[in-house]
């Protein structure tokens, strides 16, 4: 019988090897025409996830590159003001594992994404309102926050006073402080909030909006908003921890089904509300701040149509 059992043996691996799928890379991932829904577990085009801001049909919510953002779905007619990123070390500890180095991975970043760091800061009109929007760049080693991050958003903010902008919107996505930087990382904490708080004095509206997958020390940070928002009523990792390591800290106890939902949090009242699609944010941002500043569509287009410098020929000066 042992024979019997060692040509079964050798079939069997025969058909293994007949039919073995090796799991496609990172990078096959990345440039396949499809890819997977977590929510509806379908596989869609990218293509037409483009068409719809990365918004599927059954309302998950892909990362979006905050460029396409800004040009395709916030600035009027897509036209915006890059605000330059400081020149600020987001390694200050030379910090490495083993031989891979942090500072490596961080140019890599800026070489795919074409930003200096994970946080894009851009300034214009969005329906007629001046605003200077950040966006954080998922993409960008998960929108860890390093001092260079930091000084991107002073700048930013620096900008918004100098221009007496009418609002400041952060659309936040981020794993938290990069824990390359240790203190350095920690310490931009509080220089965010009290730059918050001038936004606040000069009367600057700032609105937060959360995408799924914002946690640690960037989340504790969002709270220095006038408002918080959900582009989405299932966007999850909106906690200071997640899931997973909310569960090892309470020694493996069943977490709520809903545990860092955005529906969750506006029925506990740690948002102000949630938008059914980023699709949104434009008219809902825009109508909120009119009326914070007491400004009607018609005035909003006064006031902008005023700004525009007009050259009047020598011959017609009086």
Same mark, same amino acid.
């Given at each position: 019988?042992?024979?019997?059992?060692?040509?079964?043996?050798?079939?069997?691996?025969?058909?293994?090897?007949?039919?073995? !799928?090796? !799991?496609?890379?990172?990078?096959?991932?990345? %440039?396949?025409?499809?890819?997977? /829904?977590?929510? /509806?577990?379908?596989?869609?085009? !990218?293509?037409?996830?483009?068409?719809?801001?990365?918004?599927?049909? /059954?309302?998950?919510?892909?990362?979006?590159?905050?460029?396409?953002?800004?040009?395709?779905?916030?600035?009027?007619?897509?036209?915006?003001?890059?605000?330059?990123?400081?020149?600020?070390?987001?390694?200050?500890?030379?910090?490495?594992?083993?031989?891979?180095? *942090?500072?490596?991975? *961080?140019?890599?970043? &800026?070489?795919?994404?074409?930003?200096?760091?994970?946080?894009?800061?851009?300034?214009?009109?969005?329906?007629?309102?001046?605003?200077?929007?950040?966006?954080?760049?998922?993409?960008?080693?998960?929108?860890?926050?390093?001092? !260079?991050?930091?000084?991107?958003?002073?700048?930013?903010?620096?900008?918004?006073?100098?221009?007496?902008?009418?609002? $400041?919107?952060?659309? *936040?996505?981020?794993?938290?402080?990069? $824990?390359?930087?240790?203190?350095?990382?920690?310490?931009?904490?509080?220089?965010?909030?009290?730059?918050?708080?001038?936004?606040?004095?000069?009367?600057? &509206?700032?609105?937060?909006?959360?995408?799924?997958?914002?946690?640690?020390?960037?989340? /504790?940070?969002? *709270? %220095?908003?006038?408002?918080?928002?959900?582009?989405?009523?299932?966007?999850? @990792?909106?906690?200071?921890?997640?899931?997973?390591?909310?569960? %090892?800290?309470?020694?493996?106890?069943?977490?709520?089904?809903?545990?860092?939902?955005?529906?969750?949090?506006?029925?506990?009242?740690?948002?102000?509300? &949630?938008?059914? @699609?980023?699709?949104?944010?434009?008219?809902?941002?825009?109508?909120?701040?009119? &009326?914070?500043?007491?400004? %009607?569509?018609?005035?909003?287009?006064?006031?902008?149509?005023?700004?525009?410098?007009?050259?009047?020929?020598?011959?017609?000066? @009086?």
């Amino acid at each position: 019988m042992n024979w019997i059992l060692k040509v079964k043996t050798k079939f069997v691996e025969k058909v293994k090897q007949t039919f073995k !799928r090796d !799991r496609p890379s990172k990078a096959d991932q990345a %440039s396949s025409a499809w890819i997977n /829904c977590p929510g /509806c577990n379908k596989m869609k085009l !990218r293509d037409d996830l483009k068409k719809n801001f990365n918004v599927c049909e /059954c309302s998950h919510h892909f990362d979006l590159d905050p460029k396409i953002l800004f040009t395709e779905l916030l600035f009027d007619d897509g036209e915006w003001e890059r605000i330059p990123c400081p020149p600020a070390d987001p390694d200050p500890l030379n910090f490495k594992i083993g031989e891979t180095k *942090y500072i490596d991975k *961080y140019n890599a970043n &800026v070489k795919k994404t074409n930003q200096d760091s994970a946080i894009l800061a851009g300034l214009g009109k969005v329906n007629g309102l001046n605003i200077v929007a950040f966006g954080y760049n998922f993409a960008f080693g998960g929108s860890a926050m390093t001092p !260079r991050e930091n000084e991107q958003l002073l700048s930013g903010i620096q900008k918004a006073l100098e221009e007496k902008v009418d609002g $400041v919107i952060s659309i *936040y996505q981020s794993g938290g402080m990069s $824990v390359a930087t240790n203190i350095h990382g920690l310490s931009s904490m509080p220089k965010q909030m009290f730059a918050m708080r001038e936004l606040r004095k000069a009367g600057i &509206v700032t609105i937060g909006i959360l995408e799924a997958k914002i946690t640690g020390g960037t989340f /504790c940070n969002t *709270y %220095s908003n006038d408002f918080l928002f959900s582009t989405n009523p299932g966007n999850q @990792s909106q906690l200071f921890a997640g899931k997973r390591v909310s569960a %090892s800290v309470n020694k493996g106890q069943a977490l709520p089904e809903n545990f860092g939902v955005s529906s969750s949090l506006q029925e506990l009242g740690m948002i102000d509300g &949630v938008f059914e @699609s980023r699709i949104e944010i434009r008219e809902r941002i825009t109508s909120l701040i009119r &009326v914070l500043l007491k400004k %009607s569509e018609k005035e909003v287009k006064a006031e902008s149509t005023s700004n525009v410098k007009v050259d009047i020929p020598a011959s017609n000066a @009086s």
